[in-house]
């Protein structure tokens, strides 16, 4: 089979057709760009049904949030904005695992809650008492490259409700998570749900040669079409693989330090249990990093490979 000649090869590296977009960077770039906002109204509409989303337009002024409190992290979103009702979408890309997400996640929605607010109290006329803090809604969108929960679903939908009856306290927050880590399978049907075509589409994107058949909607021919390498700039084309090859350099790092200390464990134990059982402790070691890389990093069954020296039927999962 003849190579797509938009894959480029640099030092070992490969260059795929599209951007890889589980890089906060480039989710950035690519959906939170102008001319690709019908991709973002799209994708929001499928995954907030509830929402009759008709135009958006970028916060792209505000993206740092200051924390109020002293010495406290500031918050940094990667696309923000607000649709021709007022309501406003926090759309995250977070490609590593995150240490307290929902915390944070949590933390993040506070901020278009203020602003709503201050902006309020800062009018020449300030609401009618029965309206003070009628502020628009506020949805957290999160796209996660690993697993949260056990099993293979998805999208989560979480609002504020009362624990025994189930009542809504409020619409005026949501968050919507998909774990795209739990989308697991290296193809895509035709007949499953958006979630999940979504999830393939959003991880494999940087390694795929063109749109697979099973992504028949017209909202993935644009993200395709959005993705294309060469429709960036030369001088972003540049960027884009030197990002590349750095990710790569560091990802060789990671692994060959794991590798070490799983031989280093596995040698430790070794001296005591018996060498073969020290150096098939440093094999699980490379076989959790290798299953690590293709669940939550978003690499291809081939990459993980490549990088740990394991055939694939050693790490993938039956």
């Not at 089979?1 to 090869?9: G, K, N, S």
């Not at 909607?217 to 540049?238: D, H, I, K, P, Y």
Request: with cysteine; net charge negative.
């Amino acid at each position: 089979m003849l190579e797509d000649p938009r894959v480029r090869h640099i030092s070992g590296i490969t260059i795929g057709r599209y951007v890889d977009i589980l890089y906060d960077k480039w989710f950035k770039k690519i959906l939170g760009a102008e001319g690709n906002k019908d991709v973002l109204i799209a994708i929001l509409r499928e995954l907030i049904p509830e929402r009759e989303i008709v135009d958006i337009r970028y916060d792209k002024k505000n993206r740092r949030k200051v924390n109020p409190f002293v010495d406290g992290h500031d918050a940094y979103f990667d696309v923000e904005c607000v649709d021709s009702s007022g309501v406003r979408f926090v759309v995250e890309m977070q490609k590593s695992e995150q240490v307290n997400f929902a915390e944070r996640a949590l933390f993040y929605s506070t901020f278009p809650i203020q602003e709503q607010v201050e902006a309020e109290n800062k009018g020449k006329r300030r609401r009618a008492h029965d309206k003070q803090f009628d502020y628009q809604p506020v949805y957290v969108v999160s796209f996660l490259n690993f697993s949260i929960h056990e099993g293979e679903k998805v999208i989560y939908r979480y609002g504020l409700r009362e624990q025994d009856s189930g009542e809504s306290m409020t619409d005026r927050l949501k968050f919507i998570i998909l774990e795209m880590g739990n989308y697991r399978r290296e193809y895509i049907n035709a007949s499953d749900s958006f979630a999940e075509k979504l999830s393939f589409a959003l991880t494999h994107m940087g390694t795929l040669a063109g749109r697979p058949p099973g992504l028949i909607e017209e909202v993935f021919s644009r993200l395709f079409e959005a993705c294309e390498l060469e429709r960036l700039t030369a001088g972003e084309q540049t960027e884009y693989k030197e990002d590349t090859m750095t990710t790569k350099k560091d990802w060789e790092n990671i692994l060959y330090t794991a590798e070490i200390r799983g031989e280093k464990k596995g040698m430790e134990r070794g001296m005591k249990k018996g060498m073969e059982k020290g150096m098939e402790k440093g094999r699980q070691a490379l076989i959790l990093t290798a299953r690590r890389l293709v669940n939550q990093m978003g690499l291809s069954v081939e990459q993980a490979s490549e990088a740990t020296g394991l055939s694939p039927t050693e790490f993938l999962e039956n």
